[in-house]
């Protein structure tokens, strides 16, 4: 079975800390690639982070960064100095067979000020 | 840049009625998606497609029907409303395929009763 399992329901950090959200998935190929989104009140969607399953070094962007550990199928987020901006659902998802995208149940987010 | 607009942004439908969910890209995207999204969960694929006059399944598929017959325009088609769509609905396009960032529409609220 192809799965996204995001374990944390819900999550809050203070303004200017870091958080770290969690990931796992399950599934049998080998080559995949795996993403963060975003999805603010405004129900839009927005890319965060994007990692290619075959390589070792872990995708950053800015204040983002993933802790990708292939053989544990773990994928989580960091979030660095959080902002108020950063209140949201957050979605785990990975791309198989290059077009089979499957999300998670998604983390809602709070930053508080 | 108008980026993926769906539309209508919300509809009502009654048991048995039909619609037509229209999705429309201008960035010369050659793959685009469809996805639902139910209350508190990730999004799931519905149909996608690689290109004009090609389109495959998803996760998803039943009770639904996709054409693709001009790289712009992906539209959904539901024949017989059901309450089990109700849902938002939210078309996505992408450049190409696997790690490739995929542009979200603003999404369609249908309710069905």
């Known amino acids: 079975a192809q799965t996204v399992t995001q374990s944390q329901p819900e999550m809050s950090v203070q303004e200017a800390e870091t958080v770290t959200l969690s990931c796992t998935y399950d599934?049998?190929?080998?080559?995949?690639?795996l993403f963060w989104y975003k999805q603010p009140p405004s129900r839009q969607m927005i890319l965060v982070i994007r990692?290619?399953?075959?390589?070792?070094q872990n995708a950053t962007e800015n204040r983002f960064s993933v802790n990708f550990q292939k053989a544990a199928k773990s994928f989580s987020l960091k979030i660095s100095d959080s902002q108020l901006g950063d209140t949201a659902m957050y979605f785990c998802?990975?791309?198989?067979?290059?077009?089979?995208?499957?999300f998670g149940a998604g983390t809602r987010l709070t930053v508080k000020p | 840049n108008a980026g993926v607009t769906q539309t209508p942004k919300f509809r009502i439908l009654k048991i048995g009625q039909s619609m037509t969910l229209q999705c429309a890209q201008d960035?010369?995207?050659?793959?685009m998606y469809w996805y639902r999204q139910d209350p508190g969960m990730g999004l799931k694929l519905i149909y996608y497609?690689?290109?004009?006059?090609?389109?495959d399944k998803g996760e998803v598929p039943n009770g639904y029907n996709v054409s693709r017959s001009t790289t712009e325009d992906f539209p959904l088609r539901l024949e017989l409303a059901a309450p089990s769509q109700t849902s938002v609905y939210f078309c996505?396009?992408?450049?190409?395929?696997?790690?490739?960032?995929?542009?979200f529409g603003d999404g369609t609220r249908l309710s069905i009763l």
């Open positions: 960035m010369n995207h050659n793959y």
């Open positions: 990692q290619e399953a075959y390589k070792q």
């Open positions: 599934t049998s190929e080998n080559n995949y690639y």
């Open positions: 998802a990975f791309m198989i067979n290059n077009n089979d995208m499957r």
């Open positions: 497609s690689v290109g004009a006059g090609i389109t």
């Open positions: 996505a396009s992408s450049y190409g395929a696997g790690s490739q960032p995929q542009h």
